[in-house]
């Protein structure tokens, strides 16, 4: 073994090859890792074991002696006292995380799916709640260091632009410091005691009515018709083939053209919600509206990809000029009332309720959802074409069916 020296300059650049230890710092020594370079490590067994504690700062001299000694002084005193320092580092590392730091191991985790496995669309709303809401407010701070109070303004600096999503950014992040002060949390890593904020809660805003209970009435779908002849051709095949296939949004608007194949729009269980295969048999004016030689059902015209952007804007002035055809005012609709509409138009067109559960692609309960799985195609389309009738109808009632691209009517083949 080479004899330790009190370490100077000139000991280091007399130095060839292997390492030379410090005797001023047990454990510490400069080694030759390559031609040239020579770099700081300290390696001792922790005091009554067999355990060997190897650590490496960096080169010399780039770290002076005296930086080197100042490193190596406290790891060897904890080895000294049966102690193993990577240990007390890893938890110095863990109390001083930051949230975000935390976050992006909470999101592998979430999108590991350790425990459960989460549908892509629940991860997307996760990370963009965070990005919009949780990081710019507290994505710096300390994890270990948040109070109730931290969370709680950071909440109600949220609700100052929105309360729906205040309420849903408290949703978030109370799931997500749970986690990390959870068994979950302490196995990747993260140190956090409790919960600092059990107080939080996603229903704490009141945010009016809910949007539930809304579906159109025929008068307010012959107003949309009428809306709709003003905008542009992507945005009247959009409005209409959503009421037409009753779908979710983001399961028609970001759909390859390839889906639709002879007028049958085949949904797959990987962009479903419920990540089941959904089947849509389109009529005479869906198919027409399907139709299209690009690659996805409604392609952007900015990016390689769907159009995702816009329609919110269209939907407002759409109500807008209802509004003005109503001329009084009428209730705020989202695009998840279209679905609501045709669920409650349904029974009237002549598609019983089970029937129009699985035109929406809703999972069959209890007894049911296990042994059935029998998914009357046939009944289905139907269904839609009773739906599409009806609507039909309602075109021409507006005076806008030839604008729209609408068939003639069919009389009820019942």
């Not at 107080?199 to 009435?217: E, H, I, M, V, Y």
């Not at 608007?253 to 089941?276: C, Q």
Request: glycine share 6%; aromatic share 8%; with cysteine.
């Amino acid at each position: 073994m080479t004899k330790s020296v009190i370490l100077t300059p000139a000991h280091i650049d007399r130095l060839k090859g292997g390492a030379l230890p410090d005797r001023e710092v047990p454990g510490l020594s400069i080694v030759v890792s390559a031609p040239d370079r020579k770099r700081w490590r300290f390696k001792r067994v922790i005091a009554g074991t067999r355990t060997i504690v190897e650590l490496i700062l960096g080169s010399f001299p780039d770290h002076s002696i005296d930086e080197a000694r100042e490193w190596a002084a406290p790891l060897s005193k904890a080895v000294a006292r049966g102690e193993d320092p990577r240990k007390i580092q890893r938890m110095e590392r863990a109390l001083a995380m930051s949230v975000a730091a935390a976050h992006a191991i909470y999101m592998e985790a979430m999108r590991r799916g350790d425990r459960k496995t989460l549908k892509p669309r629940t991860i997307a709303d996760k990370d963009a709640i965070y990005t919009r809401d949780i990081a710019p407010r507290l994505g710096s701070r300390v994890l270990a260091e948040l109070t109730e109070d931290d969370c709680w303004d950071a909440v109600y600096d949220k609700a100052n632009a929105s309360k729906h999503r205040a309420n849903k950014m408290a949703g978030e992040l109370s799931c997500f410091l749970k986690w990390c002060a959870g068994r979950e949390g302490r196995m990747a890593g993260i140190m956090l005691k409790e919960h600092p904020a059990t107080t939080l809660n996603s229903n704490w805003f009141d945010t009016g009515p809910k949007a539930n209970t809304r579906f159109l009435s025929d008068d307010e779908i012959e107003w949309l018709f009428r809306a709709l002849a003003n905008e542009e051709l992507t945005y009247r095949r959009g409005f209409i083939l959503f009421l037409l296939t009753a779908a979710r949004r983001s399961e028609l608007f970001e759909a390859p053209a390839a889906e639709v194949v002879a007028g049958i729009w085949t949904l797959p269980p990987e962009r479903s919600k419920n990540n089941e295969e959904n089947v849509v048999a389109l009529g005479p004016w869906g198919r027409r509206l399907a139709q299209t030689n690009h690659e996805w059902l409604f392609p952007s015209p900015c990016i390689d990809g769907p159009q995702r952007a816009g329609w919110f804007k269209v939907r407002d002035r759409i109500h807008a000029r209802m509004e003005a055809f109503a001329g009084r005012i009428i209730s705020r609709w989202h695009f998840h009332d279209l679905r609501r509409t045709f669920r409650s138009h349904a029974r009237r067109v002549g598609i019983d309720n089970e029937n129009a559960e699985l035109m929406l692609n809703h999972k069959r309960k209890g007894i049911e959802g296990i042994y059935n799985r029998n998914q009357e195609l046939e009944l289905r389309a139907e269904g839609f074409a009773a739906w599409e009738r009806h609507l039909v109808g309602l075109a021409h009632s507006a005076g806008v069916a030839e604008s729209l691209l609408a068939p003639p009517c069919q009389p009820d083949p019942s």
